[in-house]
């Protein structure tokens, strides 16, 4: 394997433009669980962006949290204004996998490894956030909630890296994060649901019950238009529109789709 190590983001810019094929590499808590069974990666080129210190730092504005493109779930846990300003992404950080991966995995990491049981996806996809794509070409801001094209495709080209996530301030009457797992902790998502409401509305996000995490606008615009859904079968209908649960080892598109109406009608009605 062949590792480039920049010292800078500027640095590490250049050596995608040069190598585009090279796969960017933070806490590497996706890539190692792979690992034994990559024989195709261990060929690879890996741009390790440990060194960059502007990537791991986030910091605060009047209007949002920004997360740098190296920022681990374990920096937002720390900080005690996330519990209180955006309570959802610690709630999330807290159940993906062990401290230890807490402690090495990357927001951007978990943007751009594109899983569809992603936990740290649909909480800032409910916050509306904004993906900061940066390569010599210049800056590009894209919508989490338009940044995936499909399973594993999203708009991230071969010579951009995730330079950082912007995640909007609001005032919000409701908000819940919920995981069901085969277990407590260390687990994947049989289904995973975000919801968030301010003066802007409903935002709802599925994982695990589609190719992608997926805002659910017809159940977002039946909490909309009602307050409140009406009966748990007029949220199944609206979220089967939504999503496509499919059945697989961890659980039945049936049961991912009757568990995320439920619940979701009982957490709002």
Known sequence: MNVLRPGSVREALGMLADEPTAIPLAGGTDLLVHWPANHAGRDATYLDLGRPGELRAHH???????LG????????????????DLPLLVDAARQVGSVQIQARGTWAGNIANGSPA???????????????????????EILLSEFYLGYKDMRLAGDQLIRE????????????????????????AKVG??????????????????????????????????????????VEAALAA????????????????????????????
């Open 193 to 234: 649901l975000a919801t968030s409401h301010s003066e802007d509305g409903w935002r709802v996000v599925a994982a695990s019950l589609a190719p992608t995490v997926r805002r659910c606008p017809s159940v977002e615009a039946l909490f909309d238009s009602d307050g409140a859904a009406g009966s748990v079968e007029d």
């Open 118 to 140: 992603a936990d740290g996806v649909p909480v800032l996809m409910a916050y509306d956030a904004v993906v900061v794509v940066q390569s010599e070409r210049g800056v590009e």
């Open 165 to 188: 996530i912007r995640v909007p301030l609001a005032a919000r009457t409701g908000q819940r994060f919920e995981k069901v797992g085969s277990r407590r902790a260390q687990a994947i």
């Open 69 to 84: 493109g190296t920022t681990t779930y374990w920096d937002v846990i720390r900080d005690p204004r996330s519990a209180r």
């Open 60 to 66: 605060w504005t009047d209007k949002a949290l920004v």
């Open 242 to 269: 939504d999503v496509s649960p499919i059945d697989d080892i961890r659980s039945t598109a049936e049961y991912r789709l009757r568990v995320a109406a439920r619940l979701l009608f009982f957490g709002n009605a």
